[in-house]
T-cell receptor, first 116, second 114 residues
Framework: GAVVSQHPSRVICKSGTSVKIECRSL??????MFWYRQFPKQSLMLMAT?????????EQGVEKDKFLINHASLTLSTLTVTSAHPEDSSFYIC????????????FGPGTRLLVL | QKEVEQNSGPLSVPEGAIASLNCTYS??????FFWYRQYSGKSPELIMF????GDKEDGRFTAQLNKASQYVSLLIRDSQPSDSATYLC??????????????FGTGTRLTIIP
């Protein structure tokens, strides 16, 4: 199998607060995890690539200091949205790769963030 | 800019017919190709992958790859209403920065009409 979980599934917060989202690979070890954002009726946008034990690689235009990523173990990566603002409201989805070089990514169920 | 293009649809197909979804990509160095299904409000689910030229069948799904034409397609036979979803084509290769990356198309919305 290739099951990826995310927590929480939904979060509502006030502007200025920080929100942490957890992504776990439940039945495999993931050396690489990915964080995506998806706005309504738009495609997935890759935010960053997270490798276990090293710093995340952020895509162009994604603020490193705003979206903090930690990949502390082979089964857990976290995304922290710092000082969230209403424009950060979106569907955040993580994915994990089972094996290097085959490209397949398995997605978590996503976290819907609403910043008031 | 390395791109993956899909017809956004919507594509409407009668129940029981064959649905054909197409995707083209710009990077000739792309190594592997994936089809994901995404239901409204849900995250993508991997349904097929293909690495070599030709056809690959899995149940009602057939993926077709033509690297010379930089074209990949997904056929769904005996379409069911539960197949109604957005289908994302994804291409694996190297990004402009040299790291491995899965690039997604914008998706084709498929509706199966009972």
């Amino acid at each position: 199998g290739a099951v990826v979980s995310q927590h929480p599934s939904r979060v509502i917060c006030k502007s200025g607060t920080s929100v942490k989202i957890e992504c776990r690979s439940l039945d495999f070890q993931a050396t690489t995890m990915f964080w995506y954002r998806q706005f309504p009726k738009q495609s997935l946008m890759l935010m960053a690539t997270s490798n276990e034990g090293s710093k995340a690689t952020y895509e162009q235009g994604v603020e490193k200091d705003k979206f903090l990523i930690n990949h502390a173990s082979l089964t857990l990566s976290t995304l922290t949205v710092t000082s969230a603002h209403p424009e950060d409201s979106s569907f955040y989805i993580c994915s994990a790769r089972k094996r290097a070089n085959d490209g397949a990514q398995y997605f978590g169920p996503g976290t819907r963030l609403l910043v008031l | 800019q390395k791109e993956v293009e899909q017809n956004s649809g919507p594509l409407s197909v009668p129940e029981g017919a064959i649905a054909s979804l197409n995707c083209t990509y710009s990077d000739r160095g792309s190594q592997s190709f994936f089809w994901y299904r995404q239901y409204s409000g849900k995250s993508p689910e991997l349904i097929m992958f293909i690495y070599s030229n030709g056809d690959k069948e899995d149940g009602r799904f057939t993926a077709q790859l033509n690297k010379a034409s930089q074209y990949v397609s997904l056929l769904i036979r005996d379409s069911q209403p539960s197949d109604s979803a957005t289908y994302l084509c994804a291409v694996f290769g190297l990004s402009n920065f040299g790291n491995e990356k899965l690039t997604f198309g914008t998706g084709t919305r498929l509706t199966i009409i009972p």
